[in-house]
């Protein structure tokens, strides 16, 4: 019966101070927006600045290592060609020069550059490439413009013209 009245006791004793604890939390306003568990003046203040920091240094150390790495693949390309020769590469495009009235026809697959002069095209099956649009029948080509042909098509000089023909 006495040890009945001394855990009565202790659980009286360790409620009441739980209660008086809690109570003193709640009153005291800890953790609210007038006294947060971290200032606001913290966060903007020493933890931005030591962040910025962190990050700058972090991009720095990076950008040395990608420099490094890249210095270091510049050298094994050089080495892998040195005693190359370089050429140029084989210019599979002529120059053609039209009178006015004078026809040229561009092969299917051809490839057409006007570089001087106003052509049009005869028939259809021209494409310029350089506007993405597709040639009508009786269009003209427009200069310094590239045109495929997905069909044989007869091109017509209506002046002095140059062409840069594939």
């Known amino acids: 019966?006495?040890?009945h009245r001394i855990c009565l006791k202790?659980?009286?004793?360790?409620?009441?101070?739980?209660?008086?604890?809690?109570?003193t939390m709640a009153v005291s306003g800890n953790n609210t927006a007038s006294d947060p568990l971290v200032s606001l003046s913290y966060l903007t203040g020493?933890?931005?600045?030591?962040?910025?920091?962190?990050?700058?240094a972090d991009i720095q150390a990076e950008s040395q290592k990608l420099s490094s790495s890249f210095s270091q693949q510049v050298s094994e390309l050089k080495g892998t060609m040195s005693g190359q020769t370089v050429t140029a590469e084989k210019n599979?495009?002529?120059t053609q020069s039209l009178t006015?009235?004078?026809?040229?026809?561009?092969?299917?697959?051809g490839e057409v550059l006007v570089?001087?002069?106003?052509?049009?095209?005869?028939?259809?099956?021209?494409?310029?490439?350089t506007a993405g649009t597709a040639v009508s029948?009786?269009?003209?080509?427009?200069?310094?413009?590239?045109?495929?042909?997905?069909a044989d098509c007869v091109l017509e000089a209506t002046?002095?013209?140059k062409l840069l023909v594939k």
């Open 92 to 94: 599979d495009f002529s």
């Open 46 to 56: 020493t933890y931005r600045t030591n962040l910025l920091k962190d990050v700058e």
């Open 100 to 109: 006015a009235g004078q026809q040229f026809t561009v092969r299917t697959g």
């Open 137 to 150: 029948a009786g269009g003209s080509l427009t200069a310094n413009h590239l045109y495929v042909a997905g």
């Open 10 to 23: 202790i659980f009286g004793i360790a409620v009441a101070v739980t209660a008086v604890v809690g109570l």
């Open 1 to 3: 019966m006495k040890q």
């Open 115 to 129: 570089l001087s002069g106003s052509v049009k095209a005869v028939g259809s099956g021209l494409t310029d490439v």
């Open 159 to 161: 002046g002095t013209a």
